[in-house]
């Protein structure tokens, strides 16, 4: 294992906007991701052996329902054989010339203590997205499933990876939205956070609004289904405040109610 690397692992919800930060992050002259990979969304738990990808533990919204999921530095497997396994596994698909080299999956959201035992000293982008967009997001992949299973989901997940922050050295949350809405500042944040000289741009990237799962969230609300939606508000409504977030107003975020930047 090399120790003139830095190791960065990204992490969140299905939908949540991984995709996008290691997309920016790559176009960095300095950071080297996953590309062309032939796994999917080029995610780095499709290219190993080490440990069972998410879909062994379950679906998109139901995966950290499962205890055997959330992996820390007390797994059996937190040895230093993964770690040179898993780094000889990923290593191939990175630019070695390159300082700073980053890995995206989802379920690295509740998996960061686990990785920070294998890459002593590596640094965790959490990506957040409102709980009923991601919600909404990924009902078509787990139709089977209701929007308060999905909901309970986003929170489990998301309480864990709280859990889990205070064991790290090294982690920093990302609001979607405030992504989207202001993203110099963010890049910039996120740049200082991984010593990354010059400029992030997210202008050539998507980084959408949500209009059309806002509109399926005011219908649900204005239709038959009001009763339901409003249910929804008063169950998950508290929690969702915790995270910066308002159940009845998509638009809504306080990033001072999560403010996690640690190392």
């Known amino acids: 294992m090399p120790t ?5 692992f990204i992490g969140g919800l299905h939908r949540s906007g991984t995709s996008l930060v290691h997309e920016i992050l790559k176009a960095h002259p300095e950071v080297s991701g996953f590309t062309n990979t032939g796994a999917p969304e080029d995610e780095g738990q499709h290219l190993q052996s080490v440990y069972a990808p998410s879909s062994a533990h379950g679906t998109f919204g139901t ?12 797994s059996p497997l937190a040895t230093p054989q993964s770690a040179t396994l898993l780094w000889g596994q990923w290593s191939r698909y990175w630019d070695l010339s390159r300082p700073v080299l980053i890995e995206k999956s989802p379920p690295n959201l509740i998996r960061s203590r686990f990785l920070q035992t294998l890459f ?3 640094r965790f982008l959490m990506i957040l997205r409102h709980p009923m967009v991601v919600t909404l997001a990924i009902r078509k992949w787990a139709k089977r499933q209701s929007l308060t299973s999905l909901l309970s989901h986003w929170f489990a997940c998301h309480e864990l990876m709280l859990l889990d922050a205070r064991r790290l050295g090294s982690v920093q949350v990302v609001y979607y939205e ?6 110099e500042r963010v890049l910039a944040e996120i740049a200082s956070f991984l010593n990354l ?7 050539a990237f998507d980084v959408r609004y949500d ?10 609300n204005r239709g038959l289904r009001g009763p339901y939606a409003r249910y929804i508000v008063r169950r998950f409504d508290d929690q969702a405040r915790d995270f910066g977030y308002s159940m009845a107003d998509l638009d809504s975020l306080e990033e001072n109610a999560l403010k996690i930047s640690i190392g």
């Open 197 to 203: 000289p010059g400029q992030l741009d997210a202008s």
């Open 211 to 220: 209009k059309r799962y806002r509109e399926m969230w005011a219908s649900m």
């Open 63 to 74: 995966f950290g329902f499962d205890p055997d999921a959330h992996l820390t530095e007390e």
């Open 120 to 122: 002593p000293g590596a």
């Open 4 to 8: 003139d690397k830095r190791f960065v």
């Open 178 to 183: 405030a992504l989207r809405d202001d993203p």
